[in-house]
T-cell receptor, first 112, second 113 residues
Framework: DAKTTQPNSMESNEEEPVHLPCNHS???????IHWYRQLPSQGPEYVIH???SNVNNRMASLAIAEDRKSSTLILHRATLRDAAVYYC?????????????FGKGTKLSVKP | DTAVSQTPKYLVTQMGNDKSIKCEQN?????MYWYKQDSKKFLKIMFS???????INETVPNRFSPKSPDKAHLNLHINSLELGDSAVYFC????????????FGPGTRLLVL
């Protein structure tokens, strides 16, 4: 699986939008972009994923660059509960086991 | 309803002991995983398993062995525990739908003394 690059940490104020960037310049055509997050003392949880088009769900939006070499996870109104480590992961849907290769992620702090 | 559950939540044991961690998923998924998260918070896959194929991360010592009594369970057995085995262990499962989304359990915090 191709590697991703994320900032180590980011800060946000409560109720403001948050844009979490991810660079994946070596992405291949079969790689989907997945985002997971890990709240303190919990297991990772799925946030969103996409291939080429921007995606929206109840948790977040995913904006994918036209060349697919970068993407941005958007939390529209950060809450204190959104403080977590956010992982951007490339996963080839052609892989036999769908393994997720976690990097260091971005630790998001949300200030009240 | 808990989709992926693990027991125990905490496990404290002595070096050299043998222990097991249990994982159950009620999602009807075919593929299950074990991950290890060390003190530096790096999350690494240990095993992936479906009812036909076990794939082992080559860096995992053979003291670790997954055992699956049925499709809904993937237990992790650890022989001759070492201090370096102290970590949080996460179980996860994946179905065929939903773009391969994985669902993680709450984790088992293992401390080897």
């Amino acid at each position: 699986d191709a590697k991703t690059t994320q900032p180590n940490s980011m800060e946000s104020n409560e109720e403001e939008p948050v844009h979490l960037p991810c660079n994946h310049s070596t992405i291949s055509g079969t790689d989907y972009i997945h985002w997971y997050r890990q709240l303190p003392s919990q297991g990772p949880e799925y946030v969103i994923h996409g291939l080429t088009s921007n995606v929206n769900n109840r948790m977040a939006s995913l904006a994918i660059a036209e060349d697919r070499k970068s993407s941005t996870l958007i939390l529209h109104r950060a809450t204190l509960r959104d403080a977590a480590v956010y992982y951007c992961i490339l996963r080839s849907h052609g892989g036999s086991q769908g393994n997720l290769i976690f990097g260091k992620g971005t630790k998001l702090s949300v200030k009240p | 309803d808990t989709a992926v559950s693990q027991t125990p939540k905490y496990l404290v044991t002595q070096m050299g002991n043998d222990k097991s961690i249990k994982c159950e998923q009620n999602l009807g998924h075919d593929t299950m995983y074990w991950y290890k998260q060390d003190s530096k918070k790096f999350l690494k896959i240990m095993f992936s398993y479906n009812n036909k194929e076990l794939i082992i991360n080559e860096t995992v010592p053979n003291r670790f062995s997954p055992k699956s009594p049925d499709k809904a369970h993937l237990n992790l057995h650890i022989n001759s525990l070492e201090l370096g085995d102290s970590a949080v262990y996460f179980c996860a499962s994946r179905g065929l739908a939903g773009g391969g989304t994985q669902y993680f359990g709450p984790g088992t915090r293992l401390l080897v003394l």
